[in-house]
């Protein structure tokens, strides 16, 4: 990953990691069950049940958590890191080409650069070969990694492992707006797909099964579900309800976060909830309609005002603060706007998940030669929502489930958010 006059930076994995698991049996979903009642079982006669869900993760922590400086982990951010990490993942949905680490003790991924002046040597970060005192643990390759459905399909390719702990899949891995000149320049969404790292359509049986040995086997304590837009009006919405339904049947009490466009028919968020989902994402990216245009030809053709609506109903349906956006810094908005309209999203109790763009693999922004924003530009907006986080009272770890909850790609965690 590095020149020849660099050494190659690693991590080492911590614990065992046994080999030649074998296959769950077939879910066996009880409907009935509830949150401390029994769930499927495995051919050992292991039980699968809600209380999994705080099994012991795929990485221990050897020592409580340390500070990582708000200005590190956003340097990490932008420039990435020189690193080796068993779990690690290129192109797809959302942000990829990153290996996932527990930094100081809490679950994170970094873009994997090797070019940076950050690496990871001997579990401890460097910033040009000086011992930053922030130590570095790899998140492990997690059992259920080795596991085959029925039919054939590495688990991995239905689930990645993101963090120390959360489950992330893509429903459905292509998008209606991917045609180039609909696509968002930053998406990746279809490259995992061409490149045979995933299936096209994730049936909710698969995902059950999926998730079931994620929580048994890893540990897993949350789960979040994308897709790519569909034409239909709930715009892949109802997908993702059937897939919920399904999940919770197998693991009941499991948090899960759903994300989807704006559903034309709003209606299905409330089918979302009634499916039962813990939060929403519903994206927008940016709220400057000259940017949206530039870099998501496709989705600014629906209007900040369908946006709006669909987070009210969000809200309303799902509570204050278990719902959420992104909203990524570097795509050419005014910094004092950006911040502005995340103040207007706190008000109405929506979570702005601020993230710095980055321009990954297969992407029309990589293409392009995008970069990343300036680090003081992500600094000083990430202290600024944070600051309206805090006073608002909404932390993202409140929302159970999903990106706000995680905190992997954003430094909002470190800024007190």
């Known amino acids: 990953m590095t020149s020849s006059s660099t050494r190659e930076a690693s991590v080492s994995p911590t614990g065992g990691h046994p080999t030649g698991a074998g296959r769950p049996a077939g879910l066996e979903q009880s409907r009935s069950a509830g949150p401390e009642q029994s769930g499927p079982s495995d051919p050992a006669g292991r039980k699968a049940t809600a209380s999994l ?32 990490a068993p779990v690690s993942r290129r192109a797809g949905a959302g942000p990829s080409d990153d290996g996932h680490v527990l930094l100081g003790g809490r679950g994170v991924a970094l873009p994997i650069v090797a070019t940076s002046r950050y690496e990871v040597s001997g579990n401890r970060l460097l910033l040009d070969g000086t011992d930053l005192g922030v130590p570095v643990q790899p998140v492990r390759r997690p059992r259920f990694y080795d596991l085959r459905t029925a039919d054939g399909v590495p688990y991995e390719q239905l689930a990645r492992l993101h963090g120390a702990d959360v489950l992330a899949t893509t429903v459905l891995q292509t998008c209606v707006r991917y045609r180039e000149p609909d696509r968002c320049r930053f998406c990746a969404i279809e490259e995992s797909l061409r490149a045979g790292a995933t299936i096209r359509r994730k049936s909710p049986a698969q995902l059950a099964e999926v998730t079931e040995a994620a929580v048994r086997l890893d540990g897993v304590r949350q789960l979040v579900m994308t897709t790519g837009s569909t034409a239909s009006p709930d715009r892949g919405a109802r997908l993702l309800a059937e897939a919920v339904r399904a999940v919770l049947a197998a693991v009941p009490g499991l948090p899960v976060q759903v994300q989807c466009e704006p559903p034309a028919d709003l209606a299905a968020i ?7 989902a813990s939060a929403v994402g519903i994206h927008v990216e940016s709220l400057d309609d000259a940017v949206r245009a530039r870099w998501m030809p496709g989705k600014a053709t629906v ?28 795509l050419g908005e005014n910094p004092d706007e950006l911040v502005a309209g995340a103040e207007r999203l706190i008000g109405l109790g929506v979570y702005p ?16 030669g995008a970069t990343a924003p300036e680090a003081a530009v992500v600094a000083d907006v990430t202290h600024r929502v944070a600051a309206a986080l805090r006073a608002a009272g909404m932390r993202g770890a409140d929302q159970r489930a999903g990106c706000a909850a995680c905190g992997a790609c954003s430094a909002l965690p470190e800024a007190g958010g």
Not at 353 to 368: M, S
């Open 270 to 276: 409330a089918e979302l909830r009634e499916a039962g």
């Open 53 to 84: 869900v705080t099994a012991p993760t795929a990485v221990t922590a050897s020592s409580p958590e340390t500070a990582v400086g708000l200005d590190t982990r956003i340097g990490l951010a932008v420039h990435g890191v020189r690193l080796t």
């Open 353 to 368: 998940f601020v993230v710095p763009f980055r321009p990954i693999a297969g992407t029309l922004a990589a293409r392009d």
């Open 303 to 330: 209007p900040l005002a369908a946006y709006e609506a669909a987070w009210t109903e969000a809200v309303r349906v799902f509570g204050r603060n278990r719902v959420s956006t992104y909203l990524l810094v570097g």
